[in-house]
Structures are given as structure tokens and as C-alpha cells.
């Protein structure tokens, strides 16, 4: 009788399996230069990329080794930056002065919600600082307030 019960028990968990294994994984988005421009927040920092390559950049965290050790502001550039082989696309931002500071921002999220990101301290436990449009960008209600994750990373 237990045989009997094993068998329809096994055919599911196969099932479970090959419908995940078949399911698509998650893709971080690719987005357009144009989609960058605009102002992101999050954890005090804030940028403003305009539409030219120009960026107003507050707050933006420098670390020595896996601390945050102070803030950089400041004008500068920034530039879409591809996808390359372990990393995703994202923005570079350049801000004279700031050079010790974060200066790509991958991105996560999806392609309707980007959220540049960038990843402080230890790689295998470190924090991630999170960006988010401002809502008014959107045309919607969505907060666009700060995430930080500690011992993860976004999706």
C-alpha cells in the first residue's frame, strides 16, 4: 500500500522539477540612455542625470575596504554603461572631486522599474544601496524611497 501511495508522490515532485527547470530566469533589464535621465534616490544619495551626459551627484558613498568611510557631492558626467561578461549594464557617473566615490550603478529591478544599485564592502556580505526614480518621473504613486539589504543582493 505505501508503494502505491510513492508512486503519484514522485511523478509531482518530477513534475515540480521540469516545470521549474523550463521556467525563464530572471534577466536584469537593458535600458535605453534616454530611460537613465531623470532623478534617482535612495539612502541619502541622489542623482540627477540629464538628458545631455550631465549629473548632479549628492551623498555618494566612498568605502575604504568595506567601510563607508564618507559622502561625495558634486558635478560631473555620465555614461550608459553595457553589459560585460559577470557584470550588468548600468550609469557611470564621473564627478571631479569624487573619484574615490561609487561610480557605476547596475541595475536590477525590471525594465518598467529599474533600480540602480551598487554593492558596498565585502563582496560576500557587504550592503547594497538601492536607487529608485522619483515617482512624480513615473507618473504613479510608488515611494521612491531607500532600500538597503544586508548579506543580499537584488535580483
Do not use: N
Not at 542623482?47 to 563607508?68: C, K, N, Q, S, Y
Amino acid at each position: 500500500m505505501r508503494l502505491w501511495a510513492l508512486g503519484p508522490i514522485g511523478v509531482a515532485l518530477i513534475a515540480s522539477f521540469l516545470s521549474g527547470a523550463a521556467a525563464p530566469g530572471y534577466r536584469p533589464p537593458v535600458l535605453e540612455e534616454a530611460a537613465y535621465a531623470g532623478t534617482w534616490t535612495g539612502d541619502g544619495v541622489r542623482l540627477e542625470l540629464g538628458a545631455r551626459g550631465e549629473v548632479t551627484a549628492r551623498e555618494l558613498p566612498v568605502h575604504d575596504g568595506f567601510d563607508v568611510v564618507r559622502r561625495c557631492s558634486g558635478r560631473g558626467t555620465w555614461k550608459p554603461v553595457e553589459a560585460a561578461q559577470g557584470d550588468r549594464a548600468g550609469v557611470a557617473v564621473s564627478v571631479p572631486g569624487c573619484e574615490d566615490a561609487e561610480s557605476v550603478w547596475q541595475v536590477a529591478g525590471t525594465r518598467e522599474r529599474p533600480e540602480p544599485f551598487v554593492l558596498m564592502g565585502d563582496p560576500d556580505a557587504g550592503d547594497v544601496a538601492v536607487l529608485r526614480k522619483r515617482a512624480a518621473e513615473w507618473g504613479t504613486t510608488v515611494p521612491a524611497q531607500s532600500r538597503w539589504w544586508c548579506r543580499e543582493r537584488p535580483g
